[in-house]
């Protein structure tokens, strides 16, 4: 079993304010991904992580931003939230020594902004 | 432009019957395919994968077939049960693509007592 932890689970939180949701993985894995999803739409990558000071930005394009000081957090912060940021936000890792390892989710978060 | 498409929003099964979720790609790049399943308020969880040097790979109840002249792979569930009922995600990832995944928007399966 996966331990991949986020959060927080569910957050609503007013326009302009400034947000981190947090994510964990006790499993030692070097990459790390964060994804964001709306309803009845695929998984889309924001940002990703291979290792300790390494993020770069995924295939969608986010206000937020990431930091990856330790192996086993990785955060994403959103520095004014509005209400085009309510979405989902998961958080993911896998194992480096096999390229093709699949990725392990965390529960995600919901956030919304009014 | 969607490069993993799965056309089916949702398909209904009676327990016991076989489920077959589908998926289509138009990157002709991708060489490695991946099955994912989320329930309701979790993340999604990994079911099975295939690489394109095969055509076919089984787990238990669960086989999924790649076709690559067709650019198609299916995920067949035998015999489905009510717990099998969750959204389904089909994901592609390449080499030379950073491993990143490509995810379809997803098929929600409910199988019927």
């Known amino acids: 079993e996966a331990d991949i932890y986020q959060t927080p689970r569910y957050l609503v939180i007013g326009t302009g304010k400034k947000i981190t949701l947090e994510c964990s993985q006790t499993?030692?894995?070097?990459?790390m991904y964060w994804y964001q999803q709306d309803p009845g739409m695929e998984l889309h990558l924001i940002h990703y992580s291979y290792g300790v000071n390494s993020t770069e930005k995924g295939d969608l394009s986010s206000e937020s931003t990431v930091s990856r000081i330790r192996t086993e957090h990785f955060p994403l912060t959103l520095e004014s939230a509005r209400p085009s940021h309510t979405s989902q936000y998961l958080c993911?890792?896998?194992?480096?020594?096999?390229?093709?390892?699949?990725?392990?989710f965390g529960p995600g978060t919901r956030l919304t902004v009014t | 432009d969607q490069q993993v498409k799965q056309n089916s929003p949702s398909l209904s099964v009676q327990e016991g019957r076989i489920s077959i979720l589908n998926c289509d790609y138009t990157?002709?790049?991708?060489?490695?395919f991946l099955w994912y399943k989320k329930y309701p308020a979790e993340g999604p969880t990994f079911l099975i994968s295939i690489s394109s040097i095969k055509d076919k790979n089984e787990d238990g109840r669960f086989t999924v077939f790649l076709n690559k002249s067709a650019k198609h792979l299916s995920l067949h569930i035998v015999p489905s049960q009510p717990g099998d009922s969750a959204v389904y995600f089909c994901a592609a990832s390449y080499q030379g693509g950073s491993e990143k995944l490509v995810f379809g928007k997803g098929t929600k399966l409910t199988v019927n007592p």
């Open positions: 499993m030692g894995h070097d990459k």
């Open positions: 990157n002709s790049m991708f060489d490695y």
């Open positions: 993911a890792s896998s194992e480096s020594r096999d390229l093709r390892s699949e990725q392990y």
